[in-house]
């Protein structure tokens, strides 16, 4: 079961770290992802990271804002977000893959209920 936390309001500039707890380690060798999905817009992918952390990777509007990590030893990955816009409000989710890696050609298969992120300007 995947559980995100974190999420709240900031304004434009400001910074959010959100969580997600793997309490039943569904993902403990696999990889996870985040992915995003505003009001009225599609489900888009955020990030996502390798099953011991030695891979990464980004959409290319989070590169260099977004950080992706894990701490195996807690079960638990982290997007911290930086720079935030207005256009990065959305519902977070974090979602983990049947794969040690990812692949953008392959869908998570276990999601987690999501994180409300509201940047205002």
């Known amino acids: 079961q995947l559980v995100e936390s974190g999420g709240g309001s900031v304004q434009a500039g400001g910074s959010l770290r959100l969580s997600c707890a793997d309490s039943r380690r569904t993902a403990s060798n696999n990889a996870v992802g985040w992915f995003r999905q505003a009001p009225g817009k599609e489900r888009e992918f955020v990030a996502a990271i390798s099953w011991n952390g030695d891979s990464t990777n980004y959409a290319d509007s989070m590169e260099g804002r977004f950080i992706i990590s894990r701490d195996r030893a807690k079960n638990t990955v982290y997007l911290q977000m930086n720079s935030l816009k207005p256009e990065d409000t959305a519902v977070y989710y974090c979602?983990?893959?049947?794969?040690?890696?990812?692949?953008?050609?392959?869908?998570?298969?276990?999601w987690g209920q999501g994180t409300q992120v509201t940047v205002s300007s």
């Open positions: 979602a983990a893959f049947r794969r040690p890696y990812y692949s953008s050609g392959v869908g998570p298969n276990y």
